[in-house]
């Protein structure tokens, strides 16, 4: 018996199939982009909230305070004028009214409570105006884009009644 040797792997090549691969790459690119345009904007809206947050700090102390002297008819303002402080109190508006400057005569208004999330940070403002045309400088009280109008009744400020507001809606321009 003769022996012979051959080889076990065969000398042809095996042809090799193209076979197509999925596009990964470019949507990997897209969806690390758009995540990195997120990640950016949650980091932007982090740091303008808290330089927000400072800033009313500054302008308005912790707890929210804001301060308004001015001549407003009382009787007690032969001595000064009056002084109004607006705070935010935990999330309870409070008005004071300070006739004259003469603090035994102080008069407090009770203003809404402020729900939601860090409200006790929103800063309350104060503005005058005649809104009903009496001659009297009537208390406008801005809380965010929303404003309150107490009207000045002579010897204090009261909120306006619904025949109240329909007349001052009657006396506003382009009404």
């Known amino acids: 018996m ?15 199939i193209a076979v197509p691969r999925p596009a990964l790459g470019n949507s990997a690119y897209i969806v690390t982009g758009l995540l990195a345009v997120l990640a950016l904007y949650v980091l932007v809206s982090a740091v303008v909230g808290w330089g927000q947050t400072l800033l009313d700090d500054w302008r308005y102390g ?19 004028p009056t002084r109004l402080i607006a705070m935010n109190l935990d999330r ?14 102080t008069r407090t208004i009770v203003g809404p409570y402020l ?8 800063p309350i403002t104060m503005r005058l105006a005649d809104m009903n045309s009496d001659g009297l ?14 009207l000045n009744r002579g010897d204090s400020f009261g909120l306006v009644t619904a025949e ?4 001052i809606l009657r006396q506003m321009p382009g009404r």
């Open 115 to 122: 729900v939601g999330a860090n409200e006790d940070l929103t």
């Open 164 to 167: 109240e507001r329909q007349q």
């Open 92 to 105: 309870q508006v409070l008005i004071l009214e300070i006739p004259g400057g003469d603090v035994n005569k």
């Open 2 to 16: 003769a022996v012979t040797s051959r080889e076990i792997r065969s000398p042809r090549r095996m042809s090799s």
């Open 137 to 150: 400088s009537d208390l406008i009280v801005g809380i965010k884009n929303e404003e309150i109008v107490y």
């Open 62 to 80: 912790r707890p929210r305070t804001f301060h308004l002297t001015a001549e407003v008819g009382r009787a007690e303002e032969t001595v000064g």
